[in-house]
């Protein structure tokens, strides 16, 4: 679970563009929307669903559930964990 | 002086002129159903035109061997037709062609780099029609309009400020007449776009529906001639452009903000520019996508401008598909057509009215709908979003 | 019919321009490639939002960074213009290819959407109007060589009829290997021909006080069916000018050699500005950019450099492709 955790930030601060972040910076618990977090849009929810889909083979369709699962990096993991093939 | 609409042409899934436009929208009929001509694993329901580029080529009496973009194609058939409406002598005045398209000749570009992904002889000739402008100059050749041309890109709203520029150039003589309007055809590249957004209803759009889930692509072109009255020489006229405004929403780089505060601004910029009430609109064509968020946004601007009396409004993208760059042209026309027959097209699919609103859209055809002066609106992404007033 | 001018101007190009006196006061860089890639300033410092920043293509942070600039007032803050014109020829080429790459290589799927939303032309307008949280006109031009000229064009109309009493316009392209490539298929670098690229700003206002130069008349011509010199003459003509009041044509001559020559044989003082930044849709605004400030500074191209003489007119002559020819007429403010 670390190196997944790990993984995925590296894997967020690259395909996002995330310049002068480097994963310490990155709370696996804090939110990544919105205000006390690393503040990402709605353009960044999409690019984490094509990163999920390109790195670990997970599809999400729906919008409303990414916004649930994407909630934090630790949550992210979990997901992944659960569903990965 | 006044700016008249002497001239109509529309290219849509509907049909290759405006009078199967007109038809299909009197019977409620669409045009968009699954996709046939374009090659794609995105299983999304279209507005398509089923003509081939070669057989569009043949009908504009083109060597449908030589390459024209698809872009250029449909402007073509749409500026023609709004052309010979209006009987616009281009020898005798001044005569310009402004169109507004997204991707330009995008058809030839995906050509190109699919020949070379498949290690095939890629034709330079199919990268040179990449640019918005080429479309337009095509467009300008085939039309004989040699005086002014330009294009303007500002993806969904391209068209409807297109017809801004037109009016301004007619206003300060610069020109007698502008054949004015859009085009843009279906791709992969806007499918994958759209798709890459996750905006793309897999069904059927349903704009202003509580359950809508997205918007249903198009393609097509819609062309208008403007003349000045005084040079238009008495000639019957559909209806004035009366207003018009531009706004920039400046919220998010594809979203309209909650309170709909471009949209609002653009619809009462108009309406200023007009010199006009809100109570004044009879009619509003909405943009009307189908999105979760542009419906919400223009409906909340809409409540926020007209108050208690919003006028019956639809949005005419339920039959044509949502057609980017062409759609300010296509709806901009299909007003004309409106206030000529005094009739109101509606929407379909609406059940439910959004939660957070309760606004209705009209969903039976209104006939003798007493129109005199109609808004119709159109929003593109960053921000951009613009609406145009036409009367009697 | 109230007077035009340019109030202050703002360029990114192959030259070193961001900071205009470093271009005055040194001699011009000389590109030795036939693809000329500009100087570019430091843009972390120059947008300073960095969630913004950080999915803008070249081109973007080009466009936003002289925008900007002609924005800085004195204080820091940033001006706000009634009205806002965009221009470029090509749009987000490199984001467009990179989309495009995407569909055809991953078969559609496996879609990053920043470039897609990064491709459509209007994105630099759209994201300088963003980080001003501007709410008024906003409208871009797409159309090859006349995409700038289109652009101001446009802001001349608003500020003549009152639409406007300040308008932003600025027009960028930016180099891409598979644009460079295939027109070096074609044959097109040679004889010295040189791709460029670039961004060019100019905050236009009614307001003579403090001004650079006055923007007189703009005019796009297609195809030209006459001598580069009859097409300036009546162009000059139709302002009320005669050819000895103009002191200098630029002359930013394309491919078509045979204008460059008929215009240097003629009667006209001539300077070309095309080996300075190269070739691109919106190059036009490099010349336009280098008339400006001629006129503001007082100055006038001499043997080797610049020499101070007042220029009354300036004229710019711009091709595009041996397709598009454009005129640009400027007059001193003084």
Known sequence: ?85 | MATKVTGIGIVSALGLNANDNWQALQDKRTGVGPLVRLQTVHKVPAGEIEQTNEELATMLGLDAKKTYSRTALLGMMAAREAIKDANLDLNGKRVGLISGTSVGGMDLSEQYFTDVHNGKRAHLRNLFEHDCGASTMRMADYLGIKDFMTTISTACSSSANAIMLADRMLRSKQLDAVVVGGTDPLCKFTINGFTSLMILDQEQCRPFDDTRNGLNLGEGAGFLVLERDETAEGKPAYCNLLGYANANDAYHQTATSANGEGPFLAMKGALEKAQLQPKDIDYINAHGTGTGNNDLSEATAIGRLFGEEVPPFSSTKVYTGHTLGACGGIEAAFCALMLKHDTIIPTFNFCNPMQELGMKPETDVRKNAGLKTVMSNSFGFGGNVSSLIFGK | ?334
């Not at chain 3, 990114?12 to 860089?29: H, K």
């Not at chain 3, 924005?71 to 009634?82: I, R, T, V």
């Not at chain 3, 021909?193 to 060019?200: I, K, L, T, V, Y």
């Open chain 3, 1 to 334: 019919m109230e007077q035009i001018y340019i109030s202050k101007a703002s360029t990114i190009s192959p030259q070193n321009t961001f900071i205009a006196d470093d271009f005055f006061n040194a001699e011009a860089l000389v590109c030795e490639s036939d693809k000329c890639p500009a100087v570019d300033p430091d843009y972390k410092v120059l947008i300073t939002d960095a969630g913004k920043r950080r999915r803008m293509g070249h081109l973007i942070k080009m466009g936003v960074s002289t925008s900007l600039a002609c924005l800085k007032q004195a204080d820091g803050s940033l001006f706000m213009p009634d009205a806002m014109m965009s221009a470029t020829g090509m749009g987000g080429l490199e984001d467009t290819e990179k989309f495009l790459r995407c569909i055809i290589d991953n078969d559609e799927q496996l879609l990053n959407p920043s470039n897609f939303i990064q491709s459509t032309g209007n994105t630099f307008g759209g994201q300088t109007g963003l980080l001003l949280g501007h709410h008024g006109y906003n409208v871009t031009y797409a159309h090859g060589g006349f995409s700038m000229e289109s652009a101001l064009i446009d802001a001349m109309l608003q500020l003549k009829d009152g639409s406007a009493k300040t308008a932003l316009v600025t027009g960028a392209d930016e180099i891409t290997t598979t644009e460079y490539e295939a027109m070096r298929k074609m044959g097109f670098w040679r004889n010295g021909r040189q791709m460029g690229e670039g961004s060019h700003s100019f905050l236009l206002t009614n307001e003579k006080e403090g001004a650079v130069c006055e923007l007189v008349d703009v005019k796009t011509k297609r195809p030209l069916n006459e001598s580069a010199v009859d097409y300036i003459n009546s162009f000059i003509g139709s302002n009320g000018i005669k050819a000895e009041d103009v002191d200098l044509v630029l002359t930013g001559c394309d491919c078509d050699y045979a204008h460059l020559k008929e215009l240097e044989e003629s009667t006209f003082s001539t300077f070309n500005y095309k080996h300075y930044c190269g070739q691109y849709a919106t190059a036009s605004g490099f010349g336009l950019w280098l008339g400006a400030e001629l006129i503001g500074r007082g100055l006038m191209p001499a043997a080797n450099g610049w020499e101070k003489k007042q220029a009354r007119h300036i004229v710019i002559y711009n091709e595009y492709r041996m397709n598009d020819y454009s005129l640009m007429l400027l007059k001193h403010a003084l």
């Open chain 1, 1 to 85: 679970m670390e190196n997944l955790i790990e993984q995925l930030k590296q894997q967020i601060i690259e395909e996002l563009n995330l310049e002068d972040t480097t994963p310490a910076d990155i709370d696996p618990a804090a939110p990544l929307f919105g205000d006390g977090g690393i503040g990402l849009d709605s353009i960044d929810a999409l690019e984490i669903t094509m990163l999920l889909e390109k790195y670990y083979g997970i599809k999400i369709s729906d919008p409303k559930e990414a916004r649930t699962i994407y909630s934090s990096i630790n949550s992210i993991a979990e997901y992944i964990k659960a569903n990965q093939k």
